[in-house]
């Protein structure tokens, strides 16, 4: 076994194990936080990849960005003691359906796809293409994408303190 293969079962343990956590665990700063050892141990897979871009984008975007957010909204409107209310049968039911359903769906989906062989020949890119394609909102512009990440981050921004918020009940 390659260290390569080693470290992608590791990432991939880690990713699997934490996931289960995420959203089996009824505290919800423990969730935001095994969330947060997901979210790396991804941009650990990205990296893996060399996909350096988008492992630094998953790391401060995701990693950096939304579990702060939620785990400050967390710390200002919520008690940390308090427990997540144990969900019921049909809730959990529903919950596995969902998510075997999600499982199929992507399965099928991948084995269906065929994946191209593509030669992409490397190139030079300087500065003002890089901030050319910043402002451009075209086929290779970024400012679509920046605005769909700051909607992104005031959506979790929002729902974070809605799943925070202590319940009056």
């Given at each position: 076994?390659?260290?390569?293969?080693?470290?992608?079962?590791?990432?991939?343990?880690?990713?699997?194990?934490?996931?289960?956590?995420?959203?089996?665990?009824?505290?919800?700063?423990?969730?935001?936080?095994?969330?947060?050892?997901v979210?790396?141990?991804?941009?650990?897979?990205?990296?893996?990849?060399?996909?350096?871009?988008?492992a630094?984008?998953?790391?401060?975007?995701?990693?950096?960005?939304?579990?702060?957010?939620?785990?400050?909204?967390?710390?200002?409107?919520?008690?940390?003691?308090?427990?997540l209310?144990?969900?019921?049968l049909?809730?959990?039911?529903?919950?596995a359906?969902?998510?075997?359903?999600?499982?199929?769906?992507?399965?099928?989906?991948?084995?269906?796809?065929?994946?191209?062989?593509?030669?992409?020949?490397?190139?030079?890119?300087?500065?003002?293409?890089?901030?050319?394609?910043?402002?451009?909102?075209?086929?290779?512009?970024?400012?679509?994408?920046?605005?769909?990440?700051?909607?992104?981050?005031?959506?979790?921004?929002?729902?974070?303190?809605?799943?925070?918020?202590?319940?009056?009940?």
């Amino acid at each position: 076994m390659t260290t390569n293969q080693f470290m992608f079962f590791i990432f991939s343990a880690v990713i699997v194990i934490f996931s289960i956590l995420t959203v089996t665990t009824r505290r919800i700063l423990r969730a935001a936080t095994f969330l947060l050892f997901v979210l790396v141990s991804t941009a650990g897979l990205y990296f893996m990849l060399r996909f350096n871009f988008l492992a630094a984008i998953q790391l401060t975007l995701y990693a950096g960005g939304i579990v702060v957010l939620i785990i400050f909204s967390i710390l200002l409107t919520s008690q940390l003691a308090d427990k997540l209310e144990n969900p019921s049968l049909p809730k959990k039911l529903a919950a596995a359906l969902i998510a075997v359903a999600g499982a199929v769906l992507c399965i099928v989906t991948i084995l269906k796809y065929e994946f191209p062989a593509v030669k992409v020949e490397p190139g030079r890119t300087d500065i003002g293409q890089i901030g050319h394609s910043l402002i451009q909102t075209g086929k290779y512009g970024y400012a679509l994408p920046f605005e769909v990440i700051s909607i992104l981050l005031l959506a979790a921004m929002i729902g974070s303190i809605i799943v925070a918020k202590k319940r009056k009940d």
